[in-house]
């Protein structure tokens, strides 16, 4: 049974820093595309970055780059997003997902596996 588990979210002031895991079982993260993606209220759900088995690539959405970085551990089978300089924008439910198609400049929000979701508030 494929499973994918976040943690690490919580409240943040602006400027600061967090760190999103994501644990998966079932299966091997080598084996999919791994992606994290976020929803705010009243708005949809975007894709904030992902990952490629292929060649390694990562994708990361224009308003985080610079700021956030995906990687994977495949000895613990986690995916993490380490979000660092916080703004009130990023604020959402991030949720991680496998087996979507991941580009250079483009990841589909129709994917396979979701996760169940970790809120990230950032607020002063």
């Known amino acids: 049974q494929v499973q994918l588990v976040e943690s690490g979210g919580g409240l943040v002031q602006p400027g600061g820093s967090l760190r999103l895991s994501c644990a998966a079982s079932g299966f091997s993260l080598n084996t999919y595309s791994i992606g994290w993606f976020r929803q705010a209220p009243g708005k949809e759900r975007e894709g904030v970055s992902c990952?490629?088995?292929?060649?390694?690539?990562?994708y990361y959405v224009d308003s985080v780059k610079g700021r956030f970085t995906m990687s994977r551990d495949n000895a613990k089978n986690t995916v993490y997003l380490q979000m660092n300089n916080l703004k009130p924008e990023d604020t959402a439910e991030y949720y991680c997902a496998a087996n979507m198609v991941c580009r250079s400049d483009y990841v589909s929000t129709i994917v396979s596996f979701w996760g169940q979701g970790t809120q990230v508030t950032v607020s002063s």
């Open positions: 990952s490629r088995t292929s060649d390694g690539s990562t």
